[in-house]
């Protein structure tokens, strides 16, 4: 079966520092892996996605993830964070043979001013 | 684009009522999903419709909850009777068939007394 975790259910980083969200998936093939936010009050909003080709894809935001294959994981990372990044982060993967999306349990990003 | 609109917004009523949920996908997606949120369970998917067909119920909870989409622009959720433990927040998400992702609506946050 197909799955994404993430380890940690929340993260605190200081605004300005680099900030990093932890996702590792399980699926058998190629993974087709998405990062999700969701601000207070509202729906999740895609951030990017992974499918095939360069390992550092870059979303929205300022917003960008890490394919690595040998270690099952999807990172999501800032350079710099800002207090307006703190939300709710999904990682989810497609299921193969559907439109369905597994998500994860989500990480609660704090940054503090 | 005007988004995935779901309505209403906020939702309470008296357990025992009969409750529906409304959502209007982006025009052109042919996928639709129904997702339920709360603290303790995370983000579940309920049932997801493809070209207007129910392909995957196997979330829903009980006989209680029953969706439909009669065309391309309209879906429901309904659950009938409603019970304490279905509140929650409901939300809809609509995509193109494929790798593309899912765009959320803002949710129905549904209280049952």
């Known amino acids: 079966a197909q799955s994404v975790a993430q380890p940690e259910d929340q993260v605190n980083v200081a605004e300005g520092n680099p900030l990093t969200v932890k996702c590792t998936y399980s699926?058998?093939?190629?993974?087709?892996l998405f990062w999700y936010v969701q601000y207070p009050n509202r729906g999740l909003q895609f951030l990017l996605k992974?499918?095939?080709?360069?390992?550092l894809v870059k979303g929205s935001y300022g917003f960008e993830a890490e394919f690595n294959k040998s270690q099952t994981s999807f990172h999501l990372k800032k350079p710099s964070a800002l207090v307006s990044d703190s939300a709710l982060y999904f990682c989810?993967?497609?299921?193969?043979?559907?439109?369905?999306?597994?998500f994860g349990t989500g990480t609660r990003l704090q940054v503090f001013p | 684009d005007a988004g995935v609109i779901q309505s209403p917004r906020h939702e309470v009523t008296e357990m025992g009522q009969e409750v529906t949920l409304r959502c209007k996908p982006i025009s052109g997606h042919n996928s639709l999903f129904w997702y339920r949120q709360t603290m303790m369970r995370g983000l579940e998917l309920l049932i997801y419709?493809?070209?207007?067909?129910?392909?995957?119920d196997s979330g829903m909870p009980e006989d209680r909850f029953s969706a439909k989409m009669p065309n391309a622009s309209f879906s429901t959720l309904k659950i009938q009777p409603s019970e304490p433990r279905d509140s929650a927040v409901y939300f809809c998400?609509?995509?193109?068939?494929?790798?593309?992702?899912?765009?959320f609506g803002d949710g129905t946050r549904l209280s049952i007394l």
């Open positions: 998400a609509s995509s193109r068939t494929g790798l593309e992702p899912q765009h």
């Open positions: 699926v058998s093939g190629n993974p087709y």
């Open positions: 989810a993967v497609r299921d193969r043979n559907t439109d369905k999306l597994i």
């Open positions: 992974y499918i095939t080709g360069d390992n």
């Open positions: 419709f493809n070209n207007n067909v129910p392909i995957d």
